[in-house]
């Protein structure tokens, strides 16, 4: 009887069969595993457009504003949309910070969310990940500061990107 743990006497036809079936076992874990970093690519480069859209028409800027995301009420005191997040600071002090779940529920930042946010250092506009941890997870931010020196950060929660690509 042949042995499993010896493969020198298996016959040709076994070999070639356990062979293949493992080249294409590899292959498939590398052409999936490229698939998925390829979808989340593409997932992350849409909800970039969002939160740069978003920070431009909360910014009043004329090139980026088009039409109100869903959810926004145009005058800056609201989330850009469901699964957003809008947080602003002015004179030392948040005027809104809050996050709205994709229930449509609003959040309040905590203490500790609204420093990391602050904390956010980089070009203008240039969305980056960050995870604010609680109920909230990752979001995907940009940020930028009006003309009256108000800082603005609007983000979109990374969730659905998460949950799509696992």
């Not at 498939?28 to 859209?53: E, H, I």
């Not at 203490?111 to 990940?129: C, E, F, H, I, Y």
Request: aromatic fraction near 4%.
């Amino acid at each position: 009887m042949p042995s499993l743990i010896r493969p020198a006497r298996w016959s040709l036809q076994r070999r070639l069969i356990v062979g293949i079936v493992v080249l294409l076992a590899v292959v498939s874990v590398v052409v999936g595993g490229a698939s998925a970093l390829v979808l989340r690519q593409n997932l992350l480069t849409r909800l970039d457009q969002q939160v740069v859209t978003s920070v431009g028409f909360l910014n009043g800027d004329s090139q980026d504003a088009g039409t109100p995301p869903n959810g926004s009420t145009g005058d800056g005191t609201r989330p850009p949309r469901f699964g957003g997040l809008f947080f602003t600071w002015a004179d030392g002090h948040a005027i809104v910070a809050e996050a709205v779940g994709e229930d449509g529920v609003s959040v309040a930042l905590t203490n500790a969310q609204q420093k990391t946010l602050l904390s956010l250092s980089g070009p203008d506009r240039v969305p980056v990940s960050v995870d604010l941890g609680g109920s909230l997870g990752a979001y995907r931010v940009a940020t930028t500061t009006r003309r009256d020196g108000t800082r603005v950060v609007v983000g979109q929660s990374l969730a659905e990107v998460n949950t799509t690509t696992t």
